[in-house]
């Protein structure tokens, strides 16, 4: 992490870290930059953020970038890229980031658009999303003829979701509205990476997820799998801007950065984005002017290109210990998880009966 924030002092080139508020006000310099504060933008505990307004202290929030790795972060595998915003976090729809400022007045002219054109036709090639690049096209077992939607789950705790899903507050009901909607459309529930590894909240019974949805999508990226539906239907996830990236119709039921450019179907509208934009320009704030890119291999900032081009070095993305350690937690959750849905299930069932 510390690369991301690396200065060309020559005594202090990397920033100091610090675990509590006052610590972190206590350093007078070089913690990012001068005098600034980073921390996480899940973490962030409200005093910091009261403490630094107070003292004239420049704050980012920081995230993982939209082109993250190979991998998962809750996995332990560290980032490739983050975001770092000094207004507010990009899925908090209470305030503008600075992504919606770049979305809303920067020019996005015709060269970043050309490049930003040149850069989905690349992640479309190599199949690339947040996670994973390349992957098995997914067997879909819809009817022929019928409108297939993918609906992609969340972690059921997460700020985007927690912040910017507006009434609908988890994955069943997101299911449930979409449906409502979409009577009679062939719906694929993609369970999301984090939650099925048992790393994250939010995981849901198969056979409640199926008497809603049609299907549930496992295993392999992302990307193939858009490119087997007709449409995404999703809250706030970042997987409906990999849609828009492919041309697909996006339905929005919660207020996600990309939302509001006039290239979504939105259900809860956000009256200050009053922009209209196009999906190159959508892209080129998104993905090249707003992140930090480190190249894995030699540690240096470059651009996502070099980046997706890493993808295809698989030494560079090997997992260690810890990571190896953090997979079988995960397994281990998921299994008692899943063990107790059951039990709950079952008892369920026979209370019904008497």
């Known amino acids: 992490m510390k690369t991301f924030f690396a200065t060309a002092e020559k005594h202090h080139p990397y920033p100091l ?43 980012l929030r920081v995230e993982d970038g939209f082109i993250r790795s190979v991998g998962l972060g809750s996995g332990f595998l560290p980032p490739a890229s ?115 590894a048992g790393h994250r909240a939010g995981a849901i019974p198969d ?26 239907h999703t809250l706030t996830s970042l997987t409906g801007f990999e849609a828009l990236m492919r041309g697909l119709p996006v339905t929005t039921y919660g207020q996600p950065f990309y939302a509001g450019w006039g290239l979504t179907c939105d259900r809860e509208p956000i009256p200050r984005r009053t922009r209209r934009l196009s999906v190159a320009q959508l892209t080129a704030a998104t993905l090249l002017l707003y992140p930090r890119y480190i190249d894995p291999l030699t540690g240096l900032f470059c651009g996502p290109e070099i980046l997706i081009a890493r993808f295809g070095t698989p030494e560079v993305w090997r997992p260690d210990l810890l990571m190896r350690l953090r997979e079988v937690q995960g397994g281990i959750r998921k299994a008692f998880v899943q063990g107790v849905q059951t039990v709950l299930h079952i008892s369920a069932k026979k209370k019904n009966r008497l």
Not at 83 to 96: K, L, V
Not at 207 to 222: E, K, T, Y
């Open 17 to 59: 870290f610090r675990r509590t508020t006052a610590g972190a006000l206590s350093v007078r310099q070089n913690l990012i930059g001068r005098n600034g504060i980073a921390a996480w933008a899940t973490r962030l505990p409200r005093e910091l953020e009261q403490a630094a307004q107070k003292n004239h202290r420049p704050l």
């Open 82 to 196: 983050i975001i770092a915003d000094s207004r507010g976090a990009y899925y908090d729809p209470a305030q503008p980031s600075d992504l919606e400022v770049l979305l809303a007045t920067h020019p996005l002219g015709e060269e970043l658009q050309k490049r930003a054109c040149s850069l989905t036709e690349l992640i479309r090639a190599q199949n690339i999303s947040k996670y994973s690049a390349g992957g098995n096209v997914p067997t879909i077992n819809a009817p022929k003829g019928r409108r297939i939607l993918l609906v992609p789950g969340q972690v059921a705790d997460d700020m985007s979701v927690r912040l910017g899903g507006v009434a609908i507050k988890g994955n069943m009901e997101l299911l449930r509205r979409v449906r409502a909607e979409n009577p009679d459309a062939f719906i694929v529930y993609r369970p999301h990476p984090d939650v099925d």
């Open 207 to 232: 056979a409640d997820i199926l008497q809603v949805a049609n299907q549930i999508s496992r295993g392999g990226g992302m990307a193939p799998l858009l490119d087997a539906v007709d449409e995404v």
